[in-house]
């Protein structure tokens, strides 16, 4: 296929596919699905060989947030039936982060529901990254707080913070149909400080939540323009009591097709398979590591992740290897750019890269396939065939009594 061709020279190259080009493989058929996959994954190689990065989520405060974010379980008025706690204490939140560590996690993702954090809760959260730190050498950390305030990220960054997450999750043009407390613009402008103040910056989307293709293919290319280190890719989780609970229409190709997009579009980025891939992509997650070069082992913030040693198996028997932790995981060109901005996972400090995409704040959706002559695909699944019992309200990680699955 020309277009394929096309999009595997332009990503070895990192040159900027045209919005035709990513809206094409949205639009490819279910029998061109493997040639994409291929594509994309000579892409993938050339940048991060085989390794995959795996992330662990810590959820320091969850459910009660003032904001309403329809994809979320944790916004106002959700009816969903999520722990709710407030702040881990730092010793409560470094146990929890030495489960993900001892099962291979090389990145920490501290996650605080709310607006944004108030001084008070930098100072608190800065204590916990400390405490991490030292209990977990080499360890990196993300922080992902909501929206900061001006001086908030030179203050997580000293306190020792490696990066920085906070997620556009769909395009400019629909964010006011997903979200009205707050605006697409104060979502970029946060991950511009948190970048400015020398944090790995992490951005990223959820798919499955009523885009157009052409929605996708927008947020993804304002991703790019705002050139984060990482981009988690989440897909919507419906969870039942949230405005997005009957948002079933995601398949296991679309969601090839989507995180196909985003490596061309994003080609030497940490691209990350975050929330609702069990849920999705189901026995079709081992071909997504073809895409991405990383993912949340265990656990997401309010849901159930599959186990542990399911996703470690997973890897090992797709022909990928858990990448360590003295691996840097950003090609050279980036890690170097971000040494030169004072992150301290650059080259010349501690040793791997990147952010973690705490952005899973599980959501879902569809979009109708776009033309391009490809034959139509009808994306839509039926509501009898919505698979409700995939989502399973987590129970096992902090915050509870019983032992993460990781
Ligand atoms: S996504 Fe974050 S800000 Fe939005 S409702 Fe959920 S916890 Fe609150």
Known sequence: MDLLNTLVDKGLRRELPTREEALAVLATSDDELLDVVAAAGKVRRQWF???????YLVNLKSGLCPEDCSYCSQRLGSKADILKYTWLKPDEASKAAAAGVAGGAKRVCLV???????????????ETIEAIKEQN???EVCACLGLLSDGQ????????ADAYNHN???SEATYGDITSTHTYQDRVDTVTKAHDAGLSACSGLIAGMGESDEDLVDVVFSLRELDPDSVPVNFLIPFEGTPLGKEWNLTPQRCLRILAMTRFVCPDVEVRLAGGREVHLRSMQPLA???VNSIFLGDYLTSEGQAGQADLDMIADAGFEVEGAGTTTLPRHRADALAAAGCGTGPAGCGSHEDGACGSHEGGGCGPCGGHGAPEVPEQVPADQARTDLVAVRRRGAGTDLAPNA
């Open 49 to 55: 060989g085989r390794r995959v990065k795996l992330n």
């Open 137 to 139: 050498e080499g360890v």
């Open 112 to 126: 605080a529901s709310g607006r944004g954090p108030t001084d008070r809760d930098i100072a608190r959260v800065s």
């Open 289 to 291: 590591l073809n895409l």
């Open 168 to 170: 556009l999750n769909t």
């Open 153 to 160: 990220a030179e203050r997580l960054r000293a306190a020792g």
